[in-house]
């Protein structure tokens, strides 16, 4: 099993969404999708305010240009969202509500295309709604359950997880021995490392 | 062609000089070696005064753990050394004085060993002179040249062409085609890239 933390607004996390079922598939390894928000963690381990893409200018001209190469590599369309970060928090919320049902990945697959192909924003229940229900499940019974309480603390729950685990960006990828992998060009490392030191009760 | 740009204090930069040339090689692609300084760039774009990994501390723990393993992958040695990130000033003049005479890249690497196995002071001209004398040159001569006008004139020059073609960390790759790679973990992409545009003059 590995651990798959992303942020709806993270674009590293595009195409490790993408990429992560069909890799852990062949390598025989199960993923738990984690949806968190990576602003908390920002702001407090840097004192950002906002992604740091935008307050580096120079670091974002470089991690546009940088994921144009790598979509293009992978065969994934990429149309640069004309809000950036957009507010991740809603999708966050809907993609925890579908974890004990199943269909947070093909949600949240679906997300990253509004984001960052459709650019469609994704903070909007209008545009959630329409996906929700591309997934099989009730946009009105789940937008009702993203903003409950338990759904509020669940999601709460993960980014105080991500923080005393030692994360600090999106994607992450952690095992169940505790290695923490960071970004998108760390997955396929990441698997082979679940691979070797997996549990011996999985073997 | 592909030029490859260092400081001799990232930790990163460290694998990238072990494995470069014979990945170029292999590639057909010369490197040209770019001895550089972050520090001006960490501060100007930044406003750090620190290296990241010291100023944000879940940063640093991810790097020294994600070197263990990637270090101990390529088969290379890896000792924390007991102060990080060390002045790599005068390790740059000096690096930067050899590039006419061809023995920059022997250098480099052995100051790398020096900073991150051995532990050593490579801001200290007593730690470097053995270095300069094991690549053949005159460590009286080439450290006295290091202090030279022309040669802080020349790593300046180094420094402003860096941030003016996009860079803002290392070790960093670029093309002649303009393309910038950044990481070590981005090495083999950036041949690829050299490879696959390369000027039609050299085909």
Redesign the interface.
């Known amino acids: 099993m590995i651990e798959f933390w992303y942020d709806f607004a993270s674009t590293y996390s595009y195409p490790a969404a993408m990429r992560i079922e069909r890799l852990a598939e062949e390598a025989g390894v199960a993923v738990a999708w984690r949806p968190f928000l990576l602003g908390p963690l920002f702001h407090g381990?840097?004192g950002l305010t906002d992604s740091p893409f935008n307050a580096?200018p120079?670091?974002g001209?470089?991690m546009w240009?940088?994921m144009e190469?790598l979509c293009s590599e992978e065969g994934l369309p990429l149309v640069h969202p004309t809000s950036f970060p957009r507010n991740s928090l809603l999708a966050a919320r809907v993609a925890t509500a579908g974890l004990d049902d199943g269909w947070t990945p093909a949600f949240s697959r679906a997300v990253y295309q509004a984001n960052f192909v459709d650019d469609a924003d994704i903070s909007d229940p209008a545009v959630l709604a329409p996906i929700i229900a591309s997934v099989g499940a009730g946009p009105e019974h789940v937008l009702a359950a993203a903003n409950s309480d338990t759904i509020k603390t669940r999601l709460k729950d993960h980014v105080r997880q991500a923080q005393a685990r030692?994360?600090?960006g999106a994607p992450s990828f952690l095992t169940e021995d505790g290695?923490?992998?960071?970004g998108n060009?760390?997955l396929e490392?990441a698997l082979a490392w679940a691979v070797h030191h997996r549990s011996t009760e999985h073997d």
Request: proline share 0%.
């Open positions: 381990q840097q580096f120079v670091k001209a470089y240009r940088d190469r030692g994360l600090f290695e923490l992998f960071w060009d760390r490392q």
